[in-house]
């Protein structure tokens, strides 16, 4: 048997089925919708194909041939597969039951994400995200090449590739010990934080370099003998008394209810912030679908955190 690398339609895997179910061709084509000859015929060429007899056809009636049996299975998974694919691609079409890759900052997602997801789930019922925790840069790289459909990061500046939503911007707050100098003041000066002891994260951070630069500009030192690997160390390093830090105002506003033993203040005259866009590639299918998430996030997060973070218009 040769079947030239060819493989019969689903209209014929359908009509096979059809005649296997009544048994008779006069039937299957009033279920099937067209003529007695035009079913005949498609049968008569799916064997030619297949080079196989289906049916034994007699004056008393159509029977199914043992090679027949033997297909009739596999041909109804064929068509129930056929069915689901299709419905599946319906779904998608419309936007409904579908998983998205999102990638997003340690030191971002747990203190935005369930301020987000839950109202971002009843707006949009069917959308599923796979969240990954990994450094900005990395998301980046990740996303170019793949491993996510969209990263909810800082911006580290412009690529071709790319498509960024801008969402917000974050302020990053000064905190010291309760016991510091600096303590009971809502707002210091620059000139303040010179020679102070500046903790932050890990160099593989993008919080790290931003931090560094603001010691650089305000002449503060900092500490490269102990980096924080999450921002919950950081903050129990600045308690102990190790020195100084800066916290992004998302972490302030999620978990420190009851700062007793930190005080947290800003630089008088020098807003600190990081901004955070949502990032996609510029082939993705789903770019409508992209946008429309990342209006939606904005105005959940402008309705639920506006006394945290900044909301950015695209024109800013």
């Known amino acids: 048997m040769h079947l030239n690398g060819k493989i019969p339609s689903i209209n014929q895997i359908r009509y096979f089925v059809t005649v296997a179910k009544y048994l008779s061709f006069?039937?299957?084509?009033?279920?099937?919708?067209?003529?007695?000859?035009?079913?005949?015929?498609?049968?008569?060429?799916?064997?030619?194909?297949?080079g196989l007899v289906l049916f034994e056809r007699s004056r008393t009636g159509t029977l199914l041939s043992p090679q027949g049996k033997s297909l009739l299975k596999i041909a109804e998974e064929v068509l129930a597969s056929a069915q689901r694919f299709s419905e599946t691609a319906r779904d998608l079409a419309e936007g409904e039951v579908i998983t998205f890759r999102l990638g997003i900052p340690?030191?971002?997602?747990?203190?935005?994400?369930?301020?987000?997801?839950?109202?971002?789930?009843?707006?949009?019922?069917?959308?599923?995200?796979?969240?990954?925790?990994?450094?900005?840069?990395?998301?980046?790289q990740g996303l170019l090449h793949g491993e996510y459909d969209l990263i909810l990061s800082p911006l580290t500046g412009e690529n071709s590739q790319l498509i960024t939503s801008p969402l917000f911007k974050e302020p990053l707050k000064f905190v010291v010990p309760s016991d510091h100098k600096l303590a009971g003041k809502a707002f210091v000066k620059a000139s303040e934080l010179r020679g102070e002891k500046?903790?932050?994260?890990?160099?593989?951070?993008?919080?790290?370099?931003?931090?560094?630069?603001?010691?650089?500009?305000?002449?503060?030192?900092?500490?490269?003998?102990?980096?924080?690997?999450?921002?919950d160390t950081l903050r129990q390093m600045v308690v102990m008394g190790m020195g100084v830090a800066f916290l992004p105002g998302l972490y302030i506003h999620s978990e420190l209810h009851?700062?007793?033993?930190?005080?947290?203040?800003?630089?008088?005259?020098?807003?600190i912030e990081r901004q955070h866009a949502l990032a996609w590639r510029n082939t993705a299918p789903g770019r409508?679908?992209?946008?429309?998430?990342?209006?939606?996030?904005?105005?959940?997060?402008?309705?639920?955190?506006?006394?945290?973070?900044?909301?950015?218009?695209?024109?800013?």
């Not at 009851?258 to 807003?271: F, R, T, W, Y």
């Open 26 to 50: 006069r039937q299957a084509a009033a279920v099937l919708g067209i003529s007695q000859p035009t079913l005949t015929s498609q049968i008569s060429a799916l064997e030619a194909h297949l």
């Open 106 to 140: 340690p030191t971002l997602g747990p203190y935005l994400l369930p301020h987000v997801l839950p109202e971002l789930h009843q707006k949009k019922p069917g959308l599923r995200f796979y969240v990954r925790e990994a450094a900005p840069q990395a998301l980046q």
């Open 198 to 231: 500046v903790l932050t994260m890990e160099d593989r951070h993008h919080f790290h370099h931003q931090v560094l630069n603001i010691c650089n500009e305000i002449g503060a030192s900092l500490q490269r003998d102990y980096e924080g690997t999450s921002l």
């Open 258 to 271: 009851n700062p007793e033993a930190l005080h947290v203040c800003e630089i008088d005259g020098m807003p």
């Open 288 to 316: 409508q679908t992209f946008r429309e998430i990342s209006s939606i996030i904005r105005d959940i997060i402008y309705s639920r955190l506006s006394n945290a973070v900044k909301i950015v218009n695209y024109d800013e």
